[in-house]
């Protein structure tokens, strides 16, 4: 019982089936395929509109995923190479920054080590780079404030 009437199968909006039940030969007739062509045209115009929120939706989504995946590819990497770590992306504050979190960080030599390993063009890194992440954080614990925390520049 909505803005639409009439049979079951019948999907159009109440307007333009009023309209073109106005006789051609009614002086009102003019004026009202003047308004039914503005319907159609805003409809279209309101159709496109929400194809590109539709598409731009589906690239932010393809964007994210693609981001995530990053992570979890040099999560698995790291992982392989024998670092005992957990990595995630950073926040909505620091969208560009890794945070990848290891005990062995609180040692100055280890954290030398881990960040020659990861910098460079063949490095676990390369494809965090490519999809827009350019900073690490390097923290020993998961606990605010508690152990080391330092931001290092990734990409090159």
Request: proline share 4%.
């Amino acid at each position: 019982m909505g803005g639409e009437g009439g049979g079951a199968g019948s999907r159009q909006p109440l307007a333009p089936r009023h309209l073109a039940e106005i006789p051609p030969s009614s002086g009102a007739a003019t004026d009202a395929n003047a308004l039914a062509a503005e319907l159609q045209e805003r409809e279209a115009t309101f159709k496109a509109a929400q194809a590109r929120q539709t598409e731009k939706e589906g690239t932010t989504n393809a964007v994210r995923n693609a981001r995530m995946l990053a992570i979890t590819q040099l999560s698995s990497d790291l992982k392989n190479l024998g670092y005992e770590l957990s990595v995630e992306a950073g926040g909505a504050d620091a969208p560009t920054e890794i945070v990848i979190t290891s005990s062995d960080f609180d040692e100055t030599d280890h954290r030398v080590r881990f960040l020659a390993s990861i910098r460079g063009r063949n490095a676990p890194t390369a494809a965090a780079c490519w999809n827009g992440f350019d900073r690490v954080r390097l923290r020993s614990s998961r606990i605010p404030l508690v152990g080391f925390s330092e931001i290092y520049s990734i990409c090159q």
